[in-house]
């Protein structure tokens, strides 16, 4: 099965600072690549598909990029809402897999 | 909108069978794009996806290996919803459980049940 490995595991920021989050795919999955918001106690929420396509209400602040094994997700200005763990998942078939999250904090 | 409303019980002894099920409104269980999955959520294994059930001109299944000989997952087309049957339970099943909808070829989950925690314990 193809590994998906994120980093950082956390990371604290302050408010407006840029974040970028790291998800690295053991075998190339060109770009099918998502990543989801799970604020605590709360269910994951898709926010980027296909590596860089933003769902539909997703603020533009963020946004993804990469293909092959490398991707990246940016938060272009932090905002305390953003206040959640982050994870990718491939999405080019099955089994679906995920990253193992990275926290995001406010500083 | 599309909502999947999970129910099931909250405790399960080990070696007994965990079953849950999901609730689709605005959308199909019969769908011709849509798969309708299970995943579960521990600080031991993450996110992790257990399977699927989907229809393309008839039924299909696809299981993770981690669970393949333990689980089952069925589509209700009578009540619209879908069903997860994983037996012989230990304490390492205990997660917090979800179904999602992924929808059109290759596409990630959409929308998501609102999690059940289930524990295995005597």
């Known amino acids: 099965d193809i590994q998906m490995t994120q980093s950082p595991s956390s990371l604290s920021a302050s408010v407006g600072d840029r974040v970028t989050i790291t998800c690295r795919a053991s075998?190339?999955?060109?770009?099918?690549l998502a990543w989801y918001q799970q604020k605590p106690g709360k269910v994951p929420k898709l926010l980027i598909y296909a590596a860089s396509t933003l769902q539909s209400g997703v603020p533009s602040r963020f946004s993804g990029s990469g293909s092959g094994t490398d991707f990246t997700l940016t938060i272009s200005s932090l905002q305390p809402e953003d206040v959640a763990t982050y994870y990718c998942q491939k999405h080019n078939s099955v089994p679906w897999t995920f990253g193992q999250g990275t926290k995001v904090e406010i500083k | 909108q599309v909502q999947l409303q999970q129910s099931g019980p909250g405790l399960v002894k080990p070696s007994q069978t965990l079953s849950l099920t999901c609730a689709i409104s605005g959308d199909s269980v019969s769908s011709n794009t849509a798969a309708w999955n299970w995943i579960r959520q521990s600080p031991s294994r993450g996110l992790e996806w257990l399977g699927r059930t989907y229809y393309r001109s008839r039924w299909y299944n696809d299981y993770a290996v981690s669970v393949k000989s333990r689980i089952t997952i069925n589509p209700d087309t009578s009540k619209n919803q879908f069903s997860l049957h994983l037996n012989s339970v230990t304490p390492e099943d205990t997660a917090v459980f979800y179904c999602a909808r992924e929808t059109g070829s290759a596409r990630p989950f959409d929308f998501w049940g609102q999690g059940t925690l289930v524990t295995v314990s005597s």
């Open positions: 075998q190339g999955i060109s770009n099918y």
